[in-house]
């Protein structure tokens, strides 16, 4: 599988928003890739503060 993501950063004095952060790019597409061939994205995280 490639992984592709257009990074939307700005060249600004603010900071990015979320929409404009590759990470968060990311992340979402790895979600959204995982919930469509079925894997259920709450068993791949671990909640270490129970």
């Not at 700005?10 to 990311?26: C, G, L």
């Amino acid at each position: 599988m490639l992984l592709g993501h257009k990074a939307v950063l700005h060249f600004s004095v603010k900071e990015p928003t979320r929409i404009e952060d590759a990470e968060w790019q990311a992340d979402t597409f790895a979600d959204i890739v995982l919930e469509t061939i079925g894997v259920r994205t709450q068993q791949m995280s671990f909640d270490f503060y129970m």
